[in-house]
Every structure is written in C-alpha cells, then in structure tokens.
C-alpha cells in the first residue's frame, strides 16, 4: 500500500427524521433556536452531490428504528411510506456506491423489549451497560434484520453513544455473532471508540476465533462539524474556518495533518445533525470545503476507502493491528 488511507464515518442518519432531536437533553440550540425535528430529503440529495463530486467514502448509519418512532420497514411516525421509501431509495441508489451502510443500534433512543416490543425507560446506552452475549446478540441482530428487509447489505456496527463500553468484550462477540446469523459474514468492524491525539492512530483487530474476526475501527479526529448546530453564522469565512480544524486551505495543518505525521489514519467522524446544522447545512459546505482541500493537497498521500475496505486491509496483514 503505497498511500494511507483516509474514511468518514457518518453517524445518526434515518430517513427524515431527526434521532438527534429525539434523545437531545435540550430542545434548543446552545444559541437559542428550537431544534428542527425533520431533514428535508433534499438534504441527502444536497449530501450526495458533495460525496460523489469530492469521493468521499465512508460508512453511514441508518438507524433501524429511529427514535422510537418506527421504524424502515413498517413505517415511521410523522413522515408518510412514500416520503421514508424516496429517501432510501436515494441512500441505496448514491450513497452505498461510497459508504457502508450499518444499523447504529435499533433506536439511538429508549431501549426495547424485543419480545413484546415495549420501549423500555433506559436509553440503549444504560441497557447495553449490564448486558451480555446473551442478551446483546438478539437485540443486534434486531437492528441488523431490519435493514436487511430494507434492502441493505451492511458489512459492520456504530455503537450509538459508547454502547457497550462496559461490556466490549461480550458486545464484540456478540457483534460477531449477530453479523453471522443476520448475513453470513464471518468479519465484521465497529465503530465504538475514539483515539484522539494518539500517536500513529489505526484499526486494530478486536476479536479473531481463527475463523471469525471483528475489527475496531476508531474515530481519529473530532467531529468539527458539530459547532455548526449551535451557530446562526452562515458567511464563508465561518464555512472555511470549520474545515480548517481538519484541514487548513493550504493544506498545512489540522487534525488531518497531524493524524498524517504521527503515522496514523485520517478516520474522521461527524454527525448527519452535524451536517444539516439545524437547517442552515454548514455543516455540509464545511464537509465540501474539507473534502475540496483532501484533494488539492493529498491526493497523493491518501486514499479514500469505505469502512469495510479498511477492515479488509487490517485482516490481510493482522499483525500489522494488534489489539490495543
Ligand atoms: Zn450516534
């Protein structure tokens, strides 16, 4: 490999509806302004257009049952089957041409009880907590089962919040498990931690029965994207000093870049809020910007990659990505 590669990773997608506003502690931004519930269609069209004119490529989460209110297959509160179906008729058409699409747990909201369908008081993250293989199994093949009668081919997991931190070792058996019943596939990745400021930052391998293997993959730099959610600015001047903290114009510093010269992997992450920005998208022209100065500048450095082509890379020289 002689260029290192570079991925996005897309987390709280879903067909129109926000999952952000249907867990956000607060129904406003930090600013004042209430949070909008829905993302019109037109801005995954908008997220499209940027992703093939930039090659970007990633992974993005479809959160199966999205806050709650639904979910893909039967329908979801508040949007009709008509406007659900454009919208994933659009993410089967454009986006999986350059993301790996992955459930991010049922509903990024309240658990559920899988056996009666009740929506339980914990969140999925205070559930997960106390969980097990026994227990995590059933409810990831849940969510995996639901974009698969969707239509989707999903090749890994995001945890929604640090789902199953407390219990990774039964959660990544577990991811592996589920992945096999659902799809047959015995490698899976997930996307669960963070290593921010970590020297030569990249993959590793999480779990490998010598038959079966899930592979880690950490976020690397911040979400910068996300500041666009609480401010009104809209001018270029704001757009262009949020790609900077990945990637300045001259594409001499910013997180990429220091990703880059401890001899790690770019693995950036945002949020599909973090894009729409509450309406305004700057979020989205801060990514265009970012994935413009990519290309510019290190075109002949980096390499971009879907998150399932990241884990194949890991496993063909595993060695290389010892277990952190
Ligand atoms: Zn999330």
New binding site residues.
């Given amino acids: 490999m002689n260029k290192t590669p570079i991925t996005l990773k897309i ?2 997608p879903a067909p129109i509806v926000s ?1 952000y506003y249907s867990h956000a502690k607060q129904r406003t931004t930090a600013d004042g302004r209430p949070l909008i519930k829905h993302y019109p269609t037109s801005f995954l069209k908008d997220f499209c257009d940027v992703i093939e004119k930039r090659g970007i490529m990633g992974k993005f ?1 479809i ?1 199966p049952a999205p806050g709650n209110y639904g979910d893909i297959v039967n329908g979801i509160e508040g949007i009709t089957m008509e406007e659900m179906h454009e919208w994933l008729d659009i993410a089967k058409s454009r986006v999986t041409v350059r993301f790996d699409i992955c459930p ?1 747990m049922l509903t ?1 909201n309240k658990a559920v009880d899988l056996e009666s369908g009740k929506v339980l008081e914990l969140t999925e993250r205070e559930w997960a907590s106390t969980q097990n293989f026994g227990t995590l199994t059933p409810y990831i093949s849940k969510a995996l089962s639901i974009l698969k009668q969707a239509g989707f081919d999903c090749t890994g997991v ?4 640090d789902f199953g931190i407390q219990v990774e070792e039964e959660y990544v058996r577990a991811i592996s498990q589920a992945m096999f019943d659902v799809y047959g596939k015995k490698n899976v990745w997930y996307f669960l931690r963070a290593l921010r400021n970590t020297p030569g930052a990249k993959p590793w391998v999480a779990y490998d029965d010598g038959d079966r293997c899930v592979v880690s993959v950490p976020a690397t730099t911040d979400d910068v994207f996300w500041q666009t959610i609480n401010c009104a600015r809209t001018d270029d001047e704001y757009i262009s000093a949020v790609a900077d903290e990945l990637i300045t114009a001259d594409g001499k510093r910013g997180q990429i870049i220091d990703v880059l010269e401890t001899g790690g992997y770019p693995i950036m992450i945002t ?1 599909w809020q973090s894009l729409c920005s509450n309406g305004l998208f700057t979020g989205l022209r801060a990514l265009d910007e970012v994935g413009k100065r990519i290309n510019e500048h290190l075109s002949d450095k980096v390499e971009w990659m879907k998150v399932s082509d990241l884990m194949r890379l890991v496993l063909a020289d595993k060695s290389a990505y010892p277990k952190r």
Avoid: G, K
Avoid at 158 to 161: H, K, Q, Y
């Fill in positions: 987390d709280d999952v989460s959160v991010e990024h995001t945890s929604p919040w949020h």
